[in-house]
């Protein structure tokens, strides 16, 4: 059974922040990490292969509940997921909802790097959800 938590946040650093806690942590070794990026923020879902323990599960959500607040997506967000979950690639995703897809697996702050540089690059200028 999956165990899945859902939160808005509000920055890259913040991000890239949760993406730490998560690499240290021993139980989410197995996590699947998805992170879009929209104009006004980060949504980011943490899938663990199994219910999390619950003083495990307590310290996650209040750790998370520091940095974003929880959030619930709407059909096009959870049409996103549902589909880079049943192996969909990102980028065939990305093409049909037109939504940013930044990382989907392994959690890895290159790929929230490697995209803010990107963007930033583009536009000539840093804004606040990439900051």
Known sequence: ????YL?????????????????QMEHTANAC???????????????FPQALQPK??????????ELGIVYE?????????????????????MRRYQVAVVSYGTPDTKDIE????QFTKGLGYCPETLA
């Open 33 to 47: 990490l998805t992170v879009i990026h929209q104009i006004d923020g980060w949504i980011v879902k943490i899938r």
């Open 56 to 65: 495990l599960h307590g310290d996650f959500c209040s750790f998370m509940s």
């Open 73 to 93: 997506p709407q059909m096009r967000l959870k049409m996103v997921f549902w589909s880079l979950e049943t192996g969909q690639s990102p980028v065939e995703v």
């Open 114 to 117: 490697a995209f803010r540089q």
């Open 1 to 4: 059974m999956f165990m899945d």
């Open 7 to 23: 939160y808005f946040l509000a920055n890259a650093s913040v991000t890239l922040r949760t993406i730490e806690y998560l690499r």
